[in-house]
């Protein structure tokens, strides 16, 4: 069974930085989009940014592009966002994702079991 493990979540203030990691069960994972989403309290959730299986191709959110910054490497089957100049708006749980992308959003597969991310003001 496919697992998306998620690390990094954590408190933090608004303009710092944080770095979330994905870890995949699967090697076959690799061939794969992956992705990240997020969900706020009381929101639907949200895609955040994808990455190609070759890590070549990058697709952003309106709201996270040119603060975020997705990653994968292969080899060791792991994805991560770095997340700069947080703003209490990124509060969420983030989500590490598989599946598709459709050229506006990732259509997820797979998900992860979410990492919190809070940002104070």
């Known amino acids: 069974q496919v697992q998306l493990v998620e690390s990094g979540g954590g408190l933090v203030q608004a303009g710092d930085s944080l770095r979330l990691s994905c870890a995949a069960s699967e090697r076959t994972l690799s061939s794969y989009v992956m992705g990240w989403f997020r969900q706020a309290l009381g929101k639907e959730r949200e895609f955040v940014a994808a990455?190609?299986?070759?890590?070549?191709?990058?697709f952003y959110a309106d709201a996270v592009k040119g603060r975020f910054t997705i990653s994968r490497d292969n080899a060791k089957n792991t994805m991560s966002l770095q997340m700069n100049s947080l703003e209490p708006e990124d509060t969420a749980v983030y989500y590490c994702?598989?599946?598709?992308?459709?050229?506006?959003?990732?259509?997820?597969?797979?998900w992860g079991q979410g990492t919190q991310v809070t940002v104070s003001s």
């Open positions: 994702t598989v599946g598709p992308y459709n050229g506006r959003s990732q259509r997820p597969v797979f």
């Open positions: 990455i190609s299986w070759s890590g070549l191709n990058t």
